[in-house]
């Protein structure tokens, strides 16, 4: 995921119920990402990636399986 995605993203997220924790949660790991690339264009935020990945799997309740076709696998 990059950060362009994000906006739409969270908007989905947001629209769909999710519980004010997994908000909060999204929404720091949102900021930290942003902050991270403003003062380094290059930073490596790939595991607040995962993490954001993972918190939306879990929102929506996605199996193994489904999880493996959203991350490109067969």
């Known amino acids: 995921m990059n950060a362009m995605h994000f906006p739409v993203c969270l908007l ?15 929404e720091t790991l949102f900021d930290r990402i942003l902050a991270a690339k403003q003062s380094d264009p290059i930073a490596d935020v790939q595991p ?4 954001i990945d ?12 489904e999880i493996t076709i959203v991350e490109g696998g067969e």
């Open 48 to 51: 607040l990636e995962t993490r």
């Open 12 to 26: 989905c997220l947001f629209a769909h119920g999710e519980n004010p924790d997994q908000k909060q949660e999204i």
């Open 54 to 65: 993972h918190l939306v799997y879990h929102l929506y309740n996605l199996t193994p399986e």
